[in-house]
T-cell receptor
Framework: GQQVMQIPQYQHVQEGEDFTTYCNSSTTLSNIQWYKQRPGGHPVFLIQLVKSGEVKKQKRLTFQFGEAKKNSSLHITATQTTDVGTYFCAGDTGRRALTFGSGTRLQVQP | DTGVSQDPRHKITKRGQNVTFRCDPISEHNRLYWYRQTLGQGPEFLTYFQNEAQLEKSRLLSDRFSAERPKGSFSTLEIQRTEQGDSAMYLC???????????FGPGTRLTVT
């Protein structure tokens, strides 16, 4: 079955440093979504990427979808303590049943 | 509050008992999804509905699990003869028919003793 791998599992940064998490799917995706889950909370939708090579920005967050539509990345510039949480990618092969990665937990030291 | 709601928020049950969870999606949303999440892992897809029709069910889902959405509004997830391995957070999400964005509820935390 489809697998989505995400690295790193955990990242601890100083406030102001950059952060990147990477996502790789075993199969070609129709689209990929990114979610953020705060400690004790539920996943919250961040963005969806559909086109091959697509790049989208949300303030300090930059999302990329690979040319082969099998990998993606999320980059945060100049992290803040409010960025703390676990970031999940979720792959969709077009069947609407999302396959989530195991997430990257981000800790930001003030 | 017009978000996705789930009830109960916590459930402790003994092994072998049946449990049922309820999810109320955002009212305009046609699609409803159930996921299971264990500590340190991402949500794992269980099943999803479009209106009252169950369109997909994970092959990993045991036949002890059943879900319904009888009137295309709220949904229930029942687990029969619970096992300790069923202990997890059960998340419900909903979305518009033509949107990929899923809105998650707060989840029901199940502990099987």
């Amino acid at each position: 079955g489809q697998q989505v791998m995400q690295i790193p599992q955990y990242q601890h940064v100083q406030e102001g440093e950059d952060f990147t998490t990477y996502c790789n799917s075993s199969t070609t995706l129709s689209n990929i979504q990114w979610y953020k889950q705060r400690p004790g909370g539920h996943p919250v939708f961040l963005i969806q990427l559909v086109k091959s090579g697509e790049v989208k920005k949300q303030k300090r967050l930059t999302f990329q979808f690979g040319e082969a539509k099998k990998n993606s990345s999320l980059h945060i510039t100049a992290t803040q303590t409010t960025d703390v949480g676990t970031y999940f990618c979720a792959g969709d092969t077009g069947r609407r049943a999302l396959t989530f990665g195991s997430g990257t937990r981000l800790q930001v030291q003030p | 509050d017009t978000g996705v709601s789930q009830d109960p928020r916590h459930k402790i049950t003994k092994r072998g008992q049946n449990v049922t969870f309820r999810c109320d999606p955002i009212s305009e949303h046609n699609r409803l999804y159930w996921y299971r999440q264990t500590l340190g892992q991402g949500p794992e897809f269980l099943t999803y509905f479009q209106n009252e029709a169950q369109l997909e069910k994970s092959r990993l889902l045991s036949d002890r699990f059943s879900a319904e959405r009888p009137k295309g509004s709220f949904s229930t997830l029942e687990i029969q003869r619970t096992e300790q391995g069923d202990s997890a957070m059960y998340l419900c999400a909903s979305s518009f028919l033509n949107s990929y964005e899923q809105y998650f509820g707060p989840g029901t935390r199940l502990t099987v003793t």
